[in-house]
């Protein structure tokens, strides 16, 4: 079983759509909590940062953490063709150096 | 543009063969980061460097090696290639005075084994 699982979808939805990402993990040591947004072709770039539980508003992107369920979940509010991309979840813990991804999920936005 | 660069872009290469992939960290970063991503594992973390010396090291192949240099660019070795690792390789800078691990990744280098 891997620490952090994402599903990949894809995942398609129309424009204007409330669209929610999820990833769960199993190691209860993880404090950070990113998401990542790869477009084809390019390198992941940092969209969300949280650290422990709580929620996190950035324009139209929502972050939530329930470590209790370890379960962390990305929202996009009126999404726009231009969010078609892979989001990544991930995760790492004081101390560590290393940040474990999950698979990623693919996502278009429809026109 | 995140700052961080890498080259080549591109590479084709044949079984048996030794690549170097290069990294330039984002100015006053001092930490590198290597990661493999390939459509079955996901992203990878292989090793980090921070200012010349290893700090960490993941799920990296003993026939996979790096380093940093004086100047913070870092370089991944990757020899015997394998049909298997034909992958993206990004590299991944931090800046210390920012966020805790955030990470700044750069455009990667598509590896082809053939």
């Given at each position: 079983?891997?620490?952090?699982?994402?599903?990949?979808?894809?995942?398609?939805?129309?424009?204007?759509?409330?669209?929610?990402?999820?990833?769960?993990?199993?190691?209860?040591?993880?404090?950070?909590?990113?998401?990542?947004?790869?477009?084809?072709?390019?390198?992941?770039?940092?969209?969300?940062?949280?650290?422990?539980?709580?929620?996190?508003?950035?324009?139209?992107?929502?972050?939530q953490v329930d470590k209790s369920s370890?379960?962390?979940?990305?929202?996009?509010?009126?999404?726009?063709?231009?969010?078609?991309?892979?989001?990544?979840?991930?995760?790492?813990?004081?101390?560590?150096?290393?940040?474990?991804?999950?698979?990623?999920?693919?996502?278009?936005?429809?026109? | 543009?995140?700052?961080?660069?890498?080259?080549?872009?591109?590479?084709?290469?044949?079984?048996?063969?030794?690549?170097?992939?290069?990294?330039?960290?984002?100015?006053?970063?001092?930490?590198?980061?290597?990661?493999?991503?390939?459509?079955?594992?996901?992203?990878?973390?292989?090793?980090?460097?921070?200012?010349?010396?290893?700090?960490?090291?993941?799920?990296?192949?003993?026939?996979?090696?790096?380093?940093?240099?004086?100047?913070?660019?870092?370089?991944?070795?990757?020899?015997?290639?394998?049909?298997?690792?034909?992958?993206?390789?990004?590299?991944?800078?931090?800046?210390?005075?920012?966020?805790?691990?955030?990470?700044?990744?750069?455009?990667?280098?598509?590896?082809?084994?053939?």
């Amino acid at each position: 079983q891997k620490e952090v699982e994402q599903d990949p979808g894809p995942l398609s939805v129309p424009e204007g759509a409330i669209v929610s990402l999820n990833c769960t993990y199993s190691n209860s040591a993880f404090q950070y909590f990113m998401w990542y947004r790869q477009y084809s072709r390019k390198g992941p770039e940092l969209l969300m940062y949280t650290y422990s539980s709580g929620n996190k508003e950035d324009g139209r992107f929502t972050a939530q953490v329930d470590k209790s369920s370890k379960y962390i979940s990305l929202f996009i509010r009126d999404s726009q063709p231009s969010d078609s991309a892979t989001y990544l979840c991930a995760m790492t813990h004081q101390g560590a150096q290393k940040l474990v991804f999950g698979q990623g999920t693919r996502l278009t936005i429809n026109p | 543009d995140s700052g961080v660069t890498q080259t080549p872009k591109h590479l084709i290469t044949a079984t048996g063969q030794r690549v170097t992939l290069r990294c330039s960290p984002r100015s006053g970063d001092l930490s590198v980061y290597w990661y493999q991503q390939s459509l079955d594992q996901g992203l990878q973390f292989l090793i980090q460097y921070y200012n010349g010396e290893e700090r960490a090291k993941g799920n990296i192949l003993e026939r996979f090696s790096a380093q940093q240099f004086p100047d913070l660019h870092s370089e991944l070795n990757l020899s015997s290639l394998e049909l298997g690792d034909s992958a993206l390789y990004f590299c991944a800078s931090r800046n210390t005075g920012g966020s805790y691990n955030e990470q700044f990744f750069g455009p990667g280098t598509r590896l082809t084994v053939l």
